[in-house]
T-cell receptor
């Protein structure tokens, strides 16, 4: 079962709000990713967690704060966002090192910042 | 770093015809090349992939070819159907967990019934 589950599917928040996006996978994958995608553009990497440790941070503003509580869960905490942060936020996971390295995406959380 | 270019950006074909999307990459260390299909309002779905030790791979109506020397790979869809209409992304990666995937800019495919 190749499934990455993201909640919520839609989120509307004001610039002063604090909210979180959640991602869950039960495929035993040990790398988890957050991507941001604008309309008609490819996914843009934000963060990579490998074995629950942050391995890549693509110079993302501090108003985005990732968290990996365990090997199955990945959160993205949002605070003081700007309207230009409105986008589709995609979570993805891939198998452990030594495996095939496929990247599986969730359906995304559509974020609107007012 | 890796740079992946994808062409064309839009493609319209008649139902039943074939569609071809091409990508080039720059980093000879890349060894894993997936293709994703993204329908409106959904996340990208892995549809086929190829590794650098293989020149061609086929799965029913879709196939991918890889030319390592020229650093390009292509997606071929035969007997296209309206449900093939979507945005397709190619990507390149060094194939193990935790590495970056470099995406092409996408091709919006429309299959006209």
């Amino acid at each position: 079962d190749t499934e990455v589950t993201q909640t919520p599917k839609h989120l509307v928040m004001g610039m002063t709000n604090k909210k979180s996006l959640k991602c869950e996978q039960h495929m035993g994958h040990r790398a988890m990713y957050w991507y941001k995608q604008k309309a008609k553009k490819p996914p843009e990497l934000m963060f990579v967690y490998s074995y629950e440790k942050l391995s890549i941070n693509e110079s993302v503003p501090s108003r985005f704060s990732p968290e990996c509580p365990n090997s199955s869960l990945l959160n993205l905490h949002l605070h003081a966002l700007q309207p230009e942060d409105s986008a589709l936020y995609l979570c993805a996971s891939s198998p452990p090192s030594g495996y095939t390295g496929e990247l599986f995406f969730g359906e995304g959380s559509r974020l609107t910042v007012l | 770093g890796e740079n992946v270019e994808q062409h064309p950006s839009t493609l319209s074909v008649q139902e039943g015809d074939s569609a071809v999307i091409k990508c080039t990459y720059s980093d000879s260390a890349s060894n894993y090349f997936p293709w994703y299909k993204q329908e409106l309002g959904k996340g990208p779905q892995l549809i086929i992939d190829i590794r650098s030790n293989v020149g061609e791979k086929k799965d029913q109506r879709i196939a991918v070819t890889l030319n390592k020397t020229a650093k390009h790979f292509s997606l071929h869809i035969t007997e296209t159907q309206p449900e093939d209409s979507a945005v397709y992304f190619c990507a390149a990666s060094i194939g193990h967990a935790g590495n970056q995937f470099y995406f092409g800019t996408g091709t919006s495919l429309t299959v006209i019934p």
